[in-house]
T-cell receptor, first 114, second 113 residues
């Protein structure tokens, strides 16, 4: 799986948009970008994933650059409950039948301030 | 959908005893499950891949005789920490591969005293 680089920490004001960057310059053509987050002392939570088109769901938006070497996770209106470690992971999308492992980097600690 | 239940959420045990952690996929079948360990202020470290009906695959440096994994059905994998020592105190998390990605359990905080 391609390696990712994320800033170790970021701050955001409550109610403002949080933009979390991720570099994945060695991404392969069949690798997807996944985002998970981990709130303190809980298991990671899936947020969103994408291949090359921008994606949006009820939690966030994912913007992937045209060359796919970087992406940005956007939380449009951050709340205090969005304070967590956010992980950007690049891997082949396998779904139920894949069985291939998911490895985590250090992630970005996002702190949303009141 | 795609819920993984992990039990117990917290356990304290005496040094030298064994502890079993269960991971269940509630609404889907999981041929493969994964076990992670997380120390304070660190990222998740993959320990092993659990395959239904076969032996688990352990990551380098993880003792297979100490961390026993059993995946006897498509909805249940167990991790047993044998002869636990204080250095085994950690946050253990299981995961299963579902349709849209990986779903994680809520984790087990193990404290060995």
């Amino acid at each position: 799986d391609a390696k990712t680089t994320q800033p170790p920490s970021m701050d955001c004001a409550e109610g403002r948009a949080a933009n979390l960057p991720c570099n994945h310059s060695t991404i392969s053509g069949n690798e997807y970008v996944y985002w998970y987050r981990q709130i303190h002392s809980q298991g990671p939570q899936y947020i969103i994933h994408g291949l090359k088109n921008n994606e949006t769901n009820e939690m966030a938006s994912l913007i992937i650059t045209e060359d796919r070497k970087s992406s940005t996770l956007i939380l449009p209106h951050a709340t205090l409950r969005d304070t967590a470690v956010y992980y950007c992971i690049v891997r082949v999308h396998g779904g139920e039948t894949s069985g291939s492992r998911l490895t985590f980097g250090e992630g970005t600690q996002l702190t949303v301030n009141p | 959908g795609a819920v993984v239940s992990q039990h117990p959420s917290r356990v304290i045990c005496k040094s030298g005893t064994s502890v079993k952690i269960e991971c269940r996929s509630l609404d889907f079948q999981a041929t493969t499950m994964f076990w992670y360990r997380q120390f304070p202020k660190q990222s998740l470290m993959l320990m092993a891949t659990s395959n239904e009906g076969s032996k688990a695959t352990y990551e380098q440096g993880v003792e297979k005789d100490k961390f026993l994994i059993n995946h006897a059905s498509l909805t249940l994998s167990t991790l047993t920490v044998t002869s636990a020592h204080p250095e085994d105190s950690s946050f253990y998390i299981c995961s299963a591969s579902a349709v849209r990605g990986y779903t994680f359990g809520s984790g087990t905080r193990l404290t060995v005293v």
